[in-house]
């Protein structure tokens, strides 16, 4: 049952539509997730208040960090292969570790070298977070909104600042699409936006579905060790 917590001190980075999208492409996928809302301004659950929430997938409110125990409590009563959590772009959202049990912390960030300086400073919270705890906890950024017409080298920059600090970066981008930002509007999954002939949907699938790979490839050795011990 992975846990897995989305975070940026920075705001509008991507965290909630990176959980939204991971959710709706496991749920697509038969598992049964539940995304805790630890936002105050409640985009998710907004979201689910919109017709078409697959019924596998649950949204939990935690308007604050303290509440997200309680609401992981709720969502563990249904079961849910997958526990995600969005959390508030500020270094307080980025506390949320301190609240649950996480497998993988996710900073989205866009190619911006301000948005950079804060996902370095979000993977140094989480690798000392990870040393009081005694073990290491497993840390990568994804990059967002990324035009489609560039090239990941055009990315280069901020590329080359992640790695030069060692930090981890998802290989898939989650590319800037109008479908991603219409599922807030209209609520549902893609498979709904398709039907409303919303264009450039199937791209916007098959980023999803690589998506949600990178994902499970990145918490792949966590599982593993945890069934081992
Ligand atoms: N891949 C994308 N394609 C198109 N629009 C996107 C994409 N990712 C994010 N957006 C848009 O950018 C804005 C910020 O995204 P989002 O709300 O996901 O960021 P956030 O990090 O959760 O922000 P906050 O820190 O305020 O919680 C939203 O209007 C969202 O619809
Ligand atoms: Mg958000």
Aim: net charge positive.
């Amino acid at each position: 049952m992975p846990n897995i917590a989305f975070i940026s001190p920075k705001g509008g980075a991507g965290k909630t539509t990176a959980a939204l999208l991971l959710a709706l492409g496991l749920a697509e996928r038969g598992r049964r997730v539940a995304l805790i809302d630890s936002d105050p301004n409640k985009p998710l659950v907004r979201w689910a208040g919109l017709p078409g929430r697959p019924e596998r997938l649950s949204v939990h409110a935690a308007p604050t960090v303290p509440d997200i125990r309680e609401a992981a409590a709720e969502a563990r009563r249904l079961g849910p292969e997958w526990t995600i959590v969005d959390t508030e772009g500020s270094v307080r959202g980025a506390m949320v570790f301190a609240a649950l049990r996480f497998d993988a912390v996710i900073t989205p960030l866009t190619g911006s070298a301000m948005d950079a300086v804060e996902a370095i400073k979000a993977s140094e919270l989480v690798a000392s977070f990870g040393k009081r705890q005694g073990n290491h906890l497993p840390h990568a950024c994804l990059m967002s909104r990324v035009p489609a017409a560039l090239k990941p080298r055009s990315l280069g920059a901020v590329v080359a600042q992640l790695r030069a600090r060692e930090i981890d970066i998802l290989p898939t981008p989650l590319i800037e699409k109008e479908a991603f930002r219409a599922l807030f509007e209209v609520g549902g999954g893609l498979g709904g936006l398709e039907r409303l002939g919303l264009r450039g949907v199937a791209a916007a699938r098959a980023n999803v579905a690589a998506y949600v790979d990178a994902v499970t490839a990145m918490i792949a050795p966590a599982q593993a060790l945890r069934r081992a011990g």
